[in-house]
């Protein structure tokens, strides 16, 4: 199953429980990417994610399944070409955007479950993950999506 995870060192802690909280309901081997940014937007800094501490979640994740792997993908410069300037001052932190980016990362794979890091799960979500999107247009409305905010 392929999950992704976007945010700055704040997230850490809530990486952690929501990750900690699938290895808890899923046995198949978990491919987990984490975007993140480090960057200067303004005034205001932003610090990502070291990949020290990703290291730390995957010796966890391999533990309880050797194939799986947790994945530090910094899209700095992808973020700072492309600044999404219409909801850059709102209340939405930066890195809430960057999801956003999705389809622009080729590495990632085709079919990807995105996971706000305060989300914990309660059960498995496989019959969720693995439901036919065959003629469900999700990249249009992502690229919609894109339009919208930049």
């Known amino acids: 199953m392929n999950i992704l995870y976007c ?8 990486l ?23 960057t200067k937007i303004g005034k205001k ?11 730390k979640i995957d010796k966890k994740v391999k533990e309880k399944n050797a194939e799986s792997f947790v994945k530090l993908i910094d899209i ?3 973020f700072e070409e492309n600044l999404p300037k219409l909801n850059i001052n709102t209340r939405f932190t930066p890195c809430c955007m960057l999801r956003l980016y999705a389809y622009e990362v080729k590495m990632l794979p085709d079919r990807i479950l995105y996971l706000d890091n305060d989300v914990v799960c309660r059960k498995d979500p496989s ?24």
């Not at 952690?16 to 081997?29: A, G, K």
């Not at 990249?139 to 919208?148: A, F, N, P, S």
Request: glycine share 4%; charged share 30%; hydrophobic share 45%.
């Open 127 to 150: 019959e969720f993950y693995y439901q036919d999107i065959d003629n469900i247009e999700i990249v249009r409305k992502l690229r919609l999506l894109w339009k919208m905010v930049f």
């Open 76 to 78: 700095t410069k992808l």
């Open 45 to 55: 800094e932003i610090e990502g994610l070291k990949l020290k501490d990703i290291e």
């Open 16 to 38: 952690y429980i929501s990750i900690i909280s699938l290895l808890n309901h899923i046995e198949e081997p978990l491919n987990i990417y984490v975007f993140t940014v480090n």
């Open 7 to 14: 945010g700055d060192k704040n997230i850490k802690m809530g």
